[in-house]
């Protein structure tokens, strides 16, 4: 007999008709807020980018445009057919740009997120889809790392990539005061750990990547396989101990796809007892 005080598997299997019918019905004054945004600690949107255009190549290949025309709206394409999308701009690093958006009206459901850098030009993309073959509501994504072309910037022979940094390190993320407050451990190259601080009941382990824009600044993202299938991704800047993110994927709802922010406190330990109290290490217990 299950044990009562553990979490039991909450999520249903959606057929990719589910998943695209959900994701129709869903407008954008829905799926751009969630429980986990609009904290204390939400970088405001911003307008900075706003009349300005960006021509990006990736060395995979892939050309992209980005024009701002509102604060909250952008044009974009991949080549000849142009979209437009509500978006979110986000920064809390000097010259470095958080983008988010979902593709209106994607088959499969489709969101990008973008990591602009105006020092020196380069620039992440990440496409993520709904469209697992196994579990149509799970999260399946590509990184794509490249440089804008069209202002000014001297290419300088590099690229964001992929890192270790991060793996052995562990993080509290606050959200809200008196609400969600996490723990991750970056536990290897491909994989990280959660676990709740407030609700210790849980926690999981789930693919994950991590990405070096700058020193002390590094995307860490995940999927939730195995679980609601979402994405989490991330833009953090350990000198402000503060990051910039979003979430996509499918609730009861519909989808979801919208931004959050949260404070950070290193953590020296990979256990965590309930309330913030006495954590074991090694062989005996220390405060």
């Known amino acids: 007999m299950p044990d009562k005080d553990r979490a039991q598997r909450r999520w249903s299997h959606f057929t ?3 998943v695209q019918r959900m994701a129709k019905a869903t407008p954008p004054e829905e799926y751009r807020h969630g429980e986990w945004g609009e904290g204390p600690y939400m970088p405001a949107h911003v307008s900075d980018l706003v009349g300005r255009r960006f021509e990006m190549v990736f ?3 892939i050309k992209a445009v980005y024009e701002f ?3 909250e709206k952008l044009k974009w394409s991949f080549g000849e057919e142009e979209h437009v999308d509500f978006c979110d701009v986000h920064t809390i690093t000097p ?3 958080f983008v988010n958006h979902y593709v209106v009206d994607s088959c499969p459901p489709e969101a990008h997120q973008v990591v602009l850098d105006l020092s020196n030009g380069l620039v992440t993309m990440n496409v993520a889809t709904m469209n697992h073959p196994i579990e149509p509501r799970d999260v399946m994504r590509t990184f794509h790392f490249g440089f804008i072309t069209n202002c000014g910037f001297e290419d300088p022979g590099y690229r964001h990539d992929f890192t270790t940094d991060m793996v052995g390190r562990a993080i509290y993320w606050t959200y809200h005061d008196h609400g969600p407050r996490i723990k991750h451990m970056y536990t290897t190259p491909f994989f990280y750990t959660v676990s709740g601080v407030r609700s210790p009941d849980w926690a999981a382990s789930n693919p994950a990547d991590y990405v070096k824009i700058r020193d002390g600044v590094y995307i860490f993202s995940f999927l939730e396989w195995r679980q609601s299938g979402a994405q989490g991704f991330f833009l953090m800047d350990f000198y402000q101990m503060h990051d910039v993110g979003c979430f996509f994927g499918m609730e009861p709802e519909g989808i979801v796809c919208y931004t959050v922010g949260a404070k950070g406190e290193w953590a020296n ?12 290490t090694g062989f005996g217990w220390e405060k």
């Open 69 to 71: 025309l509102e604060t």
């Open 59 to 61: 060395d995979d290949g």
């Open 16 to 18: 990719q008709d589910d």
């Open 95 to 97: 010259d470095l740009y």
């Open 269 to 280: 330990y990979l256990y965590t007892m309930p309330d913030d109290g006495p954590r074991k």
